[in-house]
């Protein structure tokens, strides 16, 4: 499978505990993103990575997350002091950016399901 | 800063009939608009997209959307809808640096027999 994956797929965490998720993108894909999805609505961008460079992060991304991406390939998203609101599916989309003007499409992973107990 | 609006969040059809999917957003630039679609325990895949040229766009199975600029819409649309189409349908936008993409919270699709 070449598709972008995601682990764990569930992951059930009590209140205040730390969290992190691993995200594998399509090979040789330089764009990595995170995405936030709660019931009943759309996914929400939280951040994004062009190689190991994070270039933007959303406000929705507090002091307790933080992201990686260290050497370009896999990320990951850690969640510390996690909250009931922060239970969601965190999805993870990668894309390879390539010609100026040109562009480029986000294939999303299975996502991880969170649910803060 | 860009939205988008998807005004059904639930549209029941039966087999065979046609269906309309309503989308409007709001941009002060140029965007990219999108139509991806999440099935039943699956993750999101992306339907179709609109970058430019023809404002009529189609998928592979039988969905279209057309980009009105003047009405801000990017509605998507399918002529006979069959059983295997019973999803979640987002559309989004996004701007030419397609650094990430804005979504819209949804329309439920389901087909009735």
């Known amino acids: 499978d070449t598709g972008v994956s995601q682990d764990p797929r569930h992951k059930i965490t009590k209140r205040g505990q730390n969290v992190t998720f691993r995200c594998d993108p399509i090979?040789?894909?330089?764009?990595l993103y995170w995405y936030r999805q709660t019931l009943g609505q759309g996914p929400e961008f939280l951040t994004y990575f062009q190689n190991e460079a994070q270039l933007e992060k959303s406000r929705l991304l507090s002091d307790r997350f933080s992201a990686e991406r260290p050497k370009g390939s896999f990320s990951t998203l850690e969640i510390q002091r996690t909250e009931q609101g922060d239970s969601a599916m965190y999805l993870c989309?990668?894309?390879?950016?390539?010609?100026?003007?040109?562009?480029?499409?986000?294939?999303f992973g299975p996502g991880t399901r969170l649910t803060v107990l | 800063a860009q939205s988008v609006t998807q005004l059904d969040s639930q549209v029941p059809v039966f087999e065979e009939a046609p269906v309309e999917l309503r989308c409007n957003y709001s941009s002060s630039v140029s965007v990219y608009l999108f139509w991806y679609v999440q099935y039943p325990n699956q993750g999101l895949q992306l339907l179709l997209k609109y970058l430019s040229g023809s404002t009529l766009v189609e998928s592979i199975n039988g969905f279209e959307a057309e980009f009105n600029k003047s009405q801000t819409s990017f509605h998507l649309r399918k002529p006979s809808v069959h059983i295997s189409d019973t999803a979640e349908y987002f559309c989004a936008v996004s701007d030419s640096s397609a650094s990430k993409i804005i979504f819209g919270s949804g329309t439920r699709l389901s087909i009735r027999p």
């Open positions: 989309a990668s894309s390879l950016r390539g010609l100026a003007g040109k562009m480029d499409t986000q294939y």
């Open positions: 090979s040789e894909h330089n764009r």
